[in-house]
């Protein structure tokens, strides 16, 4: 099989990971996220009209009930209704808002959920997210190192950040919304781009021990090509499911899924580019990885 | 010989095998819907001509039922219906014509049949967003608790240096700590000693001013944590019997994290009045019994809480000495008789009116009233002809004790003379119950209606399903022979996922779907990872059999690696998420660990059953390799 000569473009996957971050940190500070109900608290109520909702009639009665700064939209189809109210309502004006839908409208209003959270709890949750976020990536370098080594562990910490961020980025530059499911994807995210660095590390360093004589970026690219088809197919059928889900799994999950093939995506991309690239740049040779009383077990495995 | 494995491997996988389809087959039977039926209170047992009324009632509606059930102890009537849509239906019926008394809640009864349950074998429970309810998050006030415990120690101290003529002034301060005020230092270290002695929790700390001597007093850090762990399991147990009078089949009261108890109520719609009786700052009430010649407008009569004297009534003055809001404490204990005593506790206001009362009426008797929320159920004809439910609240007030003061009471006090330890544990229990031990606050509220619960999980199965489907066609395409083999151990990854959920008693919710079609997303990876490298062996030129033995024992460190590091990931989405983060956090761990055994291992043994210990001259593994190897 022919070498591909990936580290050969390594400067524009540079320029490309350092512009899509630069967009992504820039949204995130003037745009910052669309956060869901779970993280600004306030009011959610779904409800089901038993014909095609007027989403304007729904919005007078609305006002004319006092309901200011709700934010009315029809939730995948045009039967169905959102209804958002702001942080400051009253725990009980779910069920009340319901009845004066109802009392607006003469057909049936089915009631799909009524979501209430506090004040307390979004900032709470805020701070709790971003904290599993960096306890993970902490565990997770720690276990690289110790089962690889520090520039590996690195690596894939700043391949991990770099999806992470650029995940985040796309969330904020789509307006898409951001709840806890999509925090829950993106803590998956980390998981499973890291499940592909892993793959590609253990190759890099296994052919550093093979293939003695070879350069760093040599050894990368042979490493890069020779688990290419693995790294493709995995996100292929993991991105397959995604997708599923995304189409067939309904509004909720809908954000969830769609933070996983973002991620997923970017996963693939970092897991050859950056983590690698990260490696180039520490300067990685094959003395990192010389563990004397391991050779000789390479040795047997090789004659199998 | 290569690639083959021992029996005993065989024997061991299909045992596993075995066992993991024997605890999944649970979820095969669907829930029969049904009608559980109890009585109000524990007195009030369901017999056969109670059942029977319930039935004839469901038959003169036409609505079809079957396998009726009373359990042992006489508490639950089970009644299973045909159909679903005639849940509500038979509910409003039943509850009908029982009438009040009777709570009669929507379930979902089992049918595992015995051959299963006997082993233990349970289908999954279904979270709330797959089975509609009401879903709870409780704030307990905890500062409150801290606070009412301040002023407290405030009149205790108050009390002591007034007793031991220790002049000084006592108050509190808007950071809730003690400030004790002496004219001079000698006072102050004679008061100091008095409130260590006391209240030996209090940390004292001496503080000069120009002409003021002072004791400042806060509580510890460690006792402050104790009062708060206190209020908060207090009010969880308060919360759980409230919850019991709400008749939900399987309610869900829960502590989470330092200050927060969830609440789930399946089945549930009507939130207003579910958090009506949560939120209820007390239900108890403690009166004096009425003199005999008091006049009739000025007492009441109640009848005893206690089965066992039924039909025993006293009469109470009207007038209240104290609510439940002002107990602090209750605890069975025995005296130094060896008898059984419940000690009280109340809180400083509390004890003030309690002394005051009781210090002008020693050896008369003391009434303790339990109070709860009933419902008279009245149907009425609206304009329209159909008939409308309406529900009268009304409170029922029922005598727990009424025992003689025999002395001036405060804020400590003793009830004995009671027949037994049991009694007196069930009394303790009853006026602990009774109040919320500190406020709570709602910080969350999520209603799901019962359909979008059956919607999302029809969404969810079907889009497993279809995920499942996209991955077997594009494996069995892309890798032949060993494809099948990864699509079969795939559907016994997603069985023995199933089995380890309802071993371990998980709940299933959405975003645990959305784990689960993750996971079968992941657990190919193993085998691809397998795969790959047996491929890229036989391009190297190894032989078909050493291609596998090469394949997997190269790879197999690297899944090792890469699911571990992905383990890590879920067991801390697990410990620092709530709700529906822990769900997927379930799922996700234990998909990686099934994942693991059947990809690796079972895998393993099927292509070892198929290609090994025979000479092979090629795999059946998709790409070019597939015609390679000299076999």
Same mark, same amino acid.
């Given at each position: *099989?022919?070498?591909?000569?990936?580290?050969?473009?390594?400067?524009?996957?540079?320029?490309?990971?350092?512009?899509?971050?630069?967009?992504?940190?820039?949204?995130?500070?003037?745009?910052?996220?669309?956060?869901?109900?779970?993280?600004?608290?306030?009011?959610?109520?779904?409800?089901?009209?038993?014909?095609?909702?007027?989403?304007?009639?729904?919005?007078?009665?609305?006002?004319?009930?006092?309901?200011?700064?709700?934010?009315?939209?029809?939730?995948?189809?045009?039967?169905?209704?959102?209804?958002?109210?702001?942080?400051?309502?009253?725990?009980?004006?779910?069920?009340?808002?319901?009845?004066?839908?109802?009392?607006?409208?003469?057909?049936?209003?089915?009631?799909?959920?009524?979501?209430?959270?506090?004040?307390?709890?979004?900032?709470?949750?805020?701070?709790?997210?971003?904290?599993?976020?960096?306890?993970?990536?902490?565990?997770?370098?720690?276990?690289?190192?110790?089962?690889?080594?520090?520039?590996?562990?690195?690596?894939?910490?700043?391949?991990?950040?770099?999806?992470?961020?650029?995940?985040?980025?796309?969330?904020?530059?789509?307006?898409?919304?951001?709840?806890?499911?999509?925090?829950?994807?993106?803590?998956?995210?980390?998981?499973?781009?890291? $499940?592909?660095?892993?793959?590609?590390?253990?190759?890099?360093?296994?052919?550093?021990?093979?293939?003695?004589?070879?350069?760093?970026?040599?050894?990368?690219?042979?490493?890069?090509?020779?688990?290419?088809?693995?790294?493709?197919?995995?996100?292929?059928?993991?991105?397959?499911?995604?997708?599923?889900?995304?189409?067939?799994?309904?509004?909720?999950?809908?954000?969830?899924?769609?933070?996983?093939?973002?991620?997923?995506?970017?996963?693939?991309?970092?897991?050859?580019?950056?983590?690698?690239?990260?490696?180039?740049?520490?300067?990685?040779?094959?003395?990192?990885?010389?563990?004397?009383?391991?050779?000789?077990?390479?040795? #047997?495995?090789?004659?199998? | 010989?290569?690639?083959?494995?021992?029996?005993?491997?065989?024997?061991?996988?299909?045992?596993?095998?075995?066992?993991?389809?024997?605890?999944?087959?649970?979820?095969?039977?669907?829930?029969?819907?049904?009608?559980?039926?109890?009585?109000?209170?524990? /007195?009030?047992?369901?017999?056969?001509?109670?059942?029977?009324?319930?039935?004839?009632?469901?038959?003169?509606?036409?609505?079809?039922?079957?396998?009726?059930?009373? @359990?042992?102890?006489?508490?639950? +009537?089970?009644?299973?219906?045909?159909?679903?849509?005639?849940?509500?239906?038979?509910?409003?019926?039943?509850?009908?014509?029982?009438?009040?008394?009777?709570?009669?809640?929507?379930?979902?009864?089992?049918?595992?049949?015995?051959?299963?349950? @006997?082993?233990?074998?349970?289908?999954?429970?279904?979270?709330?967003?797959?089975?509609?309810?009401?879903?709870?998050?409780?704030?307990?006030?905890?500062?409150?608790?801290?606070?009412?415990? *301040?002023?407290?120690?405030?009149?205790?101290?108050?009390?002591?240096?007034?007793?031991?003529?220790?002049?000084?002034?006592?108050?509190?301060?808007? $950071?809730?700590?003690?400030?004790?005020?002496?004219?001079?230092?000698?006072?102050?270290?004679?008061?100091?000693?008095?409130?260590?002695?006391?209240?030996?929790?209090?940390?004292?700390?001496?503080?000069?001013?120009?002409?003021?001597?002072?004791?400042?007093?806060?509580?510890?850090?460690?006792?402050?944590?104790?009062?708060?762990?206190?209020?908060?399991?207090?009010?969880?147990?308060?919360?759980?019997?409230?919850?019991? #009078?709400?008749?939900?089949?399987?309610?869900?009261?829960?502590?989470?994290?330092?200050?927060?108890?969830?609440?789930?109520?399946?089945?549930?719609? @009507?939130?207003?009045?579910?958090?009506?009786?949560?939120?209820?700052?007390?239900?108890?009430?403690?009166?004096?019994?009425?003199?005999?010649?008091?006049?009739?407008?000025?007492?009441?009569?109640?009848?005893?809480?206690?089965?066992?004297?039924?039909?025993?009534?006293?009469?109470?003055?009207?007038?209240?000495?104290?609510?439940?809001?002002?107990?602090?404490?209750?605890?069975?204990?025995?005296?130094?008789?060896?008898?059984?005593?419940? $000690?009280?506790?109340?809180?400083?206001?509390?004890?003030?009116? *309690?002394?005051?009362?009781?210090?002008?009426?020693?050896?008369?008797?003391?009434?303790?009233?339990?109070?709860?929320?009933?419902?008279?159920?009245?149907?009425?004809?609206?304009?329209?002809?159909?008939?409308?439910?309406?529900?009268?609240?009304?409170?029922?007030?029922?005598?727990?004790?009424?025992?003689?003061?025999?002395?001036?009471?405060?804020? $400590?006090?003793?009830?004995?003379?009671?027949?037994?330890?049991?009694?007196?544990?069930?009394?303790?229990?009853?006026?602990?119950?009774?109040?919320? /031990?500190?406020?709570?606050?709602?910080?969350?509220?999520?209603?799901?209606?019962?359909?979008?619960?059956?919607?999302?999980?029809?969404?969810?199965?079907?889009?497993?399903?279809?995920?499942?489907?996209?991955?077997?066609?594009?494996?069995?395409?892309?890798?032949?022979?060993?494809?099948?083999? +990864?699509?079969?151990?795939?559907?016994?990854?997603?069985?023995?996922?199933?089995?380890?959920?309802?071993?371990?008693?998980?709940?299933?919710?959405?975003?645990?779907?959305?784990?689960?079609?993750?996971?079968?997303?992941?657990?190919?990876?193993?085998?691809?990872?397998?795969?790959?490298?047996?491929?890229? #062996?036989?391009?190297?030129?190894?032989?078909?059999? *050493?291609?596998?033995?090469?394949?997997?024992?190269?790879?197999?460190?690297?899944?090792?690696?890469?699911?571990?590091?992905?383990?890590?990931?879920?067991?801390?989405?697990?410990?620092?998420?709530?709700?529906?983060?822990?769900?997927?956090?379930?799922?996700?761990?234990?998909?990686?660990?099934?994942?693991?055994?059947?990809?690796?291992?079972?895998?393993?043994?099927?292509?070892?059953?198929?290609?090994?210990?025979?000479?092979?001259?090629?795999?059946?593994?998709?790409?070019?390799?597939?015609?390679?190897?000299?076999?």
């Amino acid at each position: *099989m022919k070498t591909i000569d990936f580290m050969g473009q390594r400067k524009l996957a540079t320029a490309v990971s350092v512009l899509l971050l630069l967009v992504a940190i820039g949204s995130l500070t003037v745009r910052q996220l669309n956060w869901g109900l779970d993280f600004t608290g306030g009011t959610l109520v779904e409800v089901h009209y038993s014909d095609t909702a007027d989403l304007n009639a729904i919005r007078g009665t609305l006002n004319s009930g006092g309901y200011e700064g709700a934010i009315v939209v029809s939730f995948g189809s045009d039967k169905d209704v959102l209804i958002r109210l702001p942080q400051g309502y009253s725990d009980k004006e779910g069920a009340a808002l319901l009845s004066a839908l109802q009392d607006a409208y003469p057909g049936d209003v089915e009631l799909r959920r009524i979501e209430f959270v506090g004040p307390q709890v979004g900032d709470e949750l805020r701070e709790q997210g971003g904290l599993a976020m960096l306890l993970a990536l902490g565990l997770v370098m720690l276990y690289i190192a110790f089962r690889f080594q520090f520039k590996f562990a690195v690596g894939a910490v700043v391949a991990l950040v770099h999806d992470v961020l650029i995940t985040l980025g796309f969330f904020s530059v789509m307006g898409l919304e951001f709840d806890l499911t999509v925090l829950a994807a993106l803590l998956a995210v980390i998981g499973y781009s890291l $499940n592909d660095t892993i793959v590609v590390s253990d190759r890099i360093r296994e052919n550093f021990r093979k293939l003695r004589r070879a350069e760093p970026v040599e050894v990368i690219n042979i490493s890069l090509t020779e688990t290419l088809g693995r790294t493709l197919v995995t996100s292929l059928t993991t991105l397959l499911v995604l997708v599923a889900l995304a189409l067939f799994g309904g509004e909720i999950i809908r954000g969830f899924a769609i933070a996983l093939i973002a991620g997923v995506a970017i996963g693939t991309y970092s897991s050859i580019y950056v983590a690698a690239n990260t490696l180039l740049i520490m300067g990685v040779s094959k003395e990192d990885l010389m563990i004397p009383v391991k050779e000789g077990a390479e040795q #047997e495995d090789l004659s199998l | 010989m290569l690639n083959k494995y021992p029996l005993w491997k065989y024997l061991l996988l299909v045992f596993v095998l075995f066992l993991g389809g024997f605890y999944a087959a649970a979820n095969l039977y669907a829930p029969d819907p049904a009608l559980q039926v109890t009585g109000e209170n524990s /007195a009030q047992l369901i017999d056969a001509s109670t059942l029977q009324r319930a039935l004839t009632a469901l038959e003169d509606k036409g609505i079809a039922h079957f396998d009726e059930t009373i @359990d042992e102890n006489g508490r639950n +009537a089970l009644i299973r219906l045909r159909d679903v849509d005639q849940q509500l239906v038979a509910q409003a019926t039943v509850s009908r014509a029982l009438g009040d008394g009777y709570i009669v809640a929507l379930n979902l009864a089992p049918t595992t049949p015995s051959w299963l349950s @006997d082993y233990g074998a349970q289908p999954m429970k279904l979270g709330l967003d797959l089975s509609g309810g009401v879903h709870f998050k409780l704030e307990v006030d905890v500062d409150a608790a801290v606070e009412r415990r *301040m002023e407290f120690y405030l009149n205790d101290t108050k009390r002591v240096l007034r007793e031991e003529r220790v002049r000084g002034l006592v108050s509190q301060d808007s $950071n809730g700590r003690l400030e004790a005020r002496f004219n001079s230092e000698e006072l102050r270290e004679q008061a100091r000693a008095l409130m260590a002695q006391n209240s030996p929790e209090l940390v004292l700390d001496r503080v000069d001013e120009a002409d003021s001597w002072n004791i400042v007093a806060t509580l510890s850090e460690q006792k402050i944590k104790e009062i708060a762990d206190y209020s908060v399991s207090q009010n969880l147990t308060t919360l759980r019997n409230r919850v019991n #009078e709400l008749g939900v089949s399987e309610p869900l009261v829960q502590r989470q994290g330092q200050r927060r108890i969830v609440v789930e109520l399946p089945g549930i719609q @009507d939130t207003a009045e579910a958090k009506r009786i949560l939120g209820k700052v007390a239900n108890l009430e403690f009166r004096l019994v009425a003199r005999s010649d008091a006049p009739a407008a000025d007492k009441q009569r109640f009848e005893y809480r206690s089965p066992d004297r039924a039909g025993m009534t006293e009469w109470l003055e009207r007038e209240l000495i104290i609510t439940g809001e002002r107990v602090s404490s209750a605890q069975s204990n025995f005296d130094q008789n060896g008898q059984p005593v419940v $000690n009280i506790g109340l809180d400083s206001e509390g004890g003030v009116m *309690m002394s005051r009362v009781t210090s002008r009426n020693v050896k008369r008797r003391m009434g303790v009233l339990f109070i709860e929320r009933k419902y008279r159920t009245r149907y009425e004809v609206q304009e329209d002809g159909t008939e409308a439910i309406v529900k009268i609240p009304y409170d029922e007030k029922k005598l727990l004790t009424a025992p003689v003061i025999n002395e001036a009471l405060g804020a $400590n006090f003793q009830i004995s003379g009671l027949d037994s330890p049991l009694e007196a544990k069930e009394l303790a229990l009853m006026l602990r119950a009774g109040a919320l /031990a500190a406020p709570v606050t709602f910080v969350e509220e999520r209603t799901v209606g019962p359909s979008l619960g059956a919607e999302n999980i029809r969404l969810g199965v079907k889009s497993v399903q279809i995920g499942l489907a996209l991955v077997a066609l594009f494996m069995v395409l892309y890798y032949r022979v060993f494809g099948i083999v +990864a699509v079969v151990a795939l559907s016994l990854n997603l069985m023995l996922l199933i089995s380890v959920m309802s071993l371990l008693g998980a709940t299933l919710t959405l975003p645990g779907i959305a784990g689960i079609v993750l996971t079968v997303g992941m657990a190919v990876d193993a085998n691809v990872l397998i795969f790959s490298r047996i491929r890229e #062996e036989l391009r190297n030129g190894l032989s078909p059999q *050493m291609a596998i033995h090469a394949g997997y024992g190269r790879a197999v460190a690297t899944i090792l690696d890469a699911n571990i590091t992905t383990l890590i990931v879920a067991v801390i989405l697990y410990a620092v998420g709530t709700g529906p983060v822990k769900g997927f956090a379930v799922t996700l761990s234990v998909g990686i660990l099934t994942s693991m055994f059947t990809a690796i291992m079972c895998t393993r043994a099927m292509i070892n059953l198929i290609y090994g210990g025979r000479r092979v001259k090629t795999l059946s593994i998709g790409g070019n390799s597939a015609v390679t190897g000299e076999g």
